[in-house]
């Protein structure tokens, strides 16, 4: 799953928040220096990751795409399960609005900057001045989402272009993330509890 569903399964907790993004940006040593909290919340986030990465139904929806995309069928499908979850958003949120939800998210990383490794201080400044989390809602977000991760990839890929799938795999792959995405906020859930629960014995 990609920045928008990672935020969403995190309960209202900013540190855990600030967790979920540390897990895609961290450096040798960044346990010794981050909170309990966050190191709980990257805890969760490499949950939610291997989780997502073994599920069978995510496994058959990689199988959806077709070459040169099926290597890197990973990678779009995180960025299209956000697209679809942006899409419809106040259904997995409570009601509560993408706007809404984007703006907190975004003072809490703020809050949060200065105690964050660089690479991780020039995404929250990319995604709160450009509103990654609102732009999944659009295939327009989607196409600009792939393209940053395609340039940050060291190798020649395919994903500046991945977007152009979309209106072909759409109805298929939403219905894959509607299936999916229950069982994964339920496993969410339940991680969340043993690891807090294990760390509050300690």
Request: hydrophobic fraction near 40%; charge should be neutral; charged fraction near 30%.
């Amino acid at each position: 799953m990609n920045f928008l569903a990672h935020f969403l399964l995190t309960p209202e907790d900013e540190e855990l928040l600030a967790g979920q993004m540390l897990g895609d940006f961290l450096t040798k040593g960044w346990r010794e220096r981050a909170t309990p909290r966050t190191v709980l919340g990257v805890e969760l986030h490499q949950a939610i990751d291997a989780y997502s990465d073994r599920h069978p139904i995510g496994l058959a929806a990689r199988k959806r795409f077709r070459a040169p995309y099926r290597r890197y069928a990973g990678i779009i499908l995180d960025v299209f399960f956000d697209h679809f979850l942006a899409r419809d958003f106040e259904k997995y949120s409570g009601g509560e609005s993408l706007e809404a939800f984007s703006a907190r998210c975004y003072r809490a990383l703020r809050a949060r900057r200065e105690q964050a490794p660089p690479r991780m201080q020039r995404a929250i400044d990319s995604m709160t001045t450009h509103d990654w989390l609102g732009a999944y809602a659009s295939v327009d977000g989607v196409r600009g989402a792939l393209r940053g991760i395609s340039r940050r990839l060291r190798r020649e890929n395919p994903l500046g272009e991945a977007a152009e799938l979309l209106p072909e795999l759409d109805s298929a792959l939403e219905a894959d993330f509607r299936a999916f995405f229950p069982e994964l906020r339920e496993f969410t859930e339940e991680t969340y509890r043993n690891l807090d629960s294990a760390r509050r014995t300690q």
